[in-house]
């Protein structure tokens, strides 16, 4: 049975949470490996709907385990806080599994996101502000705290006075803030503890086990390729790696275990946050992909910018990712456009480019080289298969996968959970 990695083809926001509650009543376990309350997955149930950031989105899917696995960085208030709005509406969060190693959001790591954006004013990177980055860096630094630290109450203190010795340097004489008193942090950590002890566990071990026994684990990527720190367009990037590598160190598994890589693809692109994006638009048509399209961030409700679909970067997400196949999402929203423009290539210093330049320079000198593909105004969120779709969206669609490097192998129709065209199963 298969261990799958799903992760966001583009700059994030794709709609994995659809895919992956989607597949959620055949997976066993759903994993989340990088990136912590960042991300926002909108999931529709019936006539429910549920914005999480922090939990694996298969949470929702009775039978599944959902792990946060050890590449995750975890505030732990909004942890229980999404636990208990799930409780609240009567969904089960039981079985959850949290990490160890999975190092912690400390009030100490969001405040210094939130002063270094602003003191780098119009250099700033858009952060969402959750303290992810400064959660990051003191992992590498060697200074994070981390979930297994709640239970040693000594330790806890310790590191907790350490990363702060530092960091009060920085807000006092740098950012002209109150140094923060590290008895006040180990005291709230602390008031987590006992809660999210019954979730604490040897994930990699777990995961493992749960793989050699032929069980279906989902591993589940936050933000996107485009935003990986490595891969992505840094340094206007998140601070880990949603590509599929990301996937076998933040849950401990290794390559030779993962059989599948899906990207989700819209069938256009959205970016939030500063950076380069080739194909956005400042006119009426982005604004209209915007409302059809509901492009507000669900986690910090800014607006996302908007543009005609890249397969450049599409390209790009199959090779640094090993793609197997597409999940091609939101087609609904392009319904109602006469010709549909696709970037097929970036004309940079009068040169045509076919491939993602590694060069930062480049990417921001890229101009796009469309090619106008007919477009369809039949209703499509009713189609069950392929063959239901109108004649030119199927030619998009074919158009876009051959243009991409892998096989489509679902589309979205519309934002419920059945409003999808499944092409190749991916449990197969
Ligand atoms: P950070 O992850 O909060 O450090 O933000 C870094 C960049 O990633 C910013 O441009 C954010 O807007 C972007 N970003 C972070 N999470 C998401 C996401 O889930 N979807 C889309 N963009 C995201």
């Not at 239970?151 to 923060?180: C, G, H, M, P, W």
């Not at 069980?215 to 390729?225: A, I, M, N, R, S």
């Given at each position: ?14 709609g ?16 989340r490996?990088?990136?912590?309350n960042?991300?926002g ?25 959902p ?6 960085v975890?505030d732990p ?10 409780n609240?509406r ?15 959001i ?13 003191f ?12 992810i ?11 994070g ?14 590191k ?10 920085i807000l006092?004489?740098l ?7 590290a ?25 493992n086990n749960?793989?050699?026994e032929?069980k279906?684990v989902?591993?589940e ?13 840094y340094?206007f990037v ?7 590598g990301?996937a076998?160190t ?12 899906i990207?989700?693809l819209?069938?256009?692109?959205t ?15 982005g604004?209209?992909?915007r ?6 961030g ?11 679909f ?7 997400a199959t ?17 109602g ?7 097929v ?5 009068g ?10 320079s ?5 101009k ?33 996968e ?18 999808t ?8």
């Amino acid at each position: 049975m298969p261990a799958l990695v799903l992760l966001g083809a583009q700059w994030g926001d794709e709609g994995k949470g659809k895919a992956t509650d989607l597949l959620g009543g055949s997976v066993d376990y759903v994993v989340r490996y990088q990136g912590g309350n960042n991300a926002g997955h909108t999931v529709v149930v019936g006539d429910q709907k549920y914005a999480l950031h922090l939990l694996p989105s298969g949470i929702l899917s009775p039978g599944c385990t959902p792990v946060i696995g050890n590449g995750v960085v975890v505030d732990p208030a909004v942890l229980l806080s999404e636990l208990s709005g799930l409780n609240e509406r009567g969904v089960d969060t039981s079985k959850l599994l949290v990490s160890g190693n999975a190092h912690l959001i400390t009030p100490y790591h969001t405040t210094v996101d939130k002063v270094t954006e602003r003191f780098l004013g119009s250099r700033k990177i858009g952060t969402t502000g959750r303290g992810i980055g400064p959660t990051y860096a003191d992992k590498i630094n060697r200074v994070g705290i981390r979930v297994q630290d709640l239970y040693d109450e000594s330790i806890l203190t310790q590191k907790v006075e350490a990363a702060l010795d530092f960091k009060n340097q920085i807000l006092a004489k740098l950012y002209n803030r109150r140094a923060i008193e590290a008895g006040a942090i180990v005291e709230e950590l602390l008031t987590y503890a006992e809660q999210i002890k019954p979730y604490v566990a040897d994930t990699t071990l777990i995961l493992n086990n749960a793989i050699d026994e032929g069980k279906v684990v989902l591993f589940e990527g936050g933000q996107g390729t485009l935003l990986d720190v490595d891969h992505g367009t840094y340094p206007f990037v998140t601070s880990s790696n949603p590509t599929a590598g990301g996937a076998c160190t933040g849950a401990g598994v290794g390559p030779t275990k993962i059989s599948r890589v899906i990207g989700i693809l819209k069938a256009y692109t959205t970016r939030v946050g500063a950076g380069p994006f080739p194909t956005e638009l400042f006119d009426k048509d982005g604004e209209a992909l915007r409302t059809i399209g509901g492009e507000r961030g669900v986690t910090t409700g800014r607006d996302r910018r908007c543009g005609w679909f890249d397969a450049v970067i599409a390209r790009y997400a199959t090779r640094v990712n090993g793609l197997t196949d597409f999940f091609l999402t939101k087609l609904d929203v392009l319904t109602g456009w006469e010709q549909i423009p696709v970037c097929v290539a970036y004309e940079i210093d009068g040169k045509r480019v076919e491939e993602l330049p590694y060069s930062q320079s480049d990417f921001h000198h890229a101009k796009p080289i469309y090619e106008m593909l007919p477009g369809w105004s039949e209703d499509i969120t009713k189609a069950k298969t392929f063959a239901d779709l109108p004649k030119n969206a199927q030619a998009y669609v074919k158009a876009l996968e051959e243009m991409s490097g892998a096989p489509i192998s679902a589309i979205g129709v519309g934002p419920g959970r059945t409003e999808t065209i499944e092409i190749n199963s991916f449990l197969s």
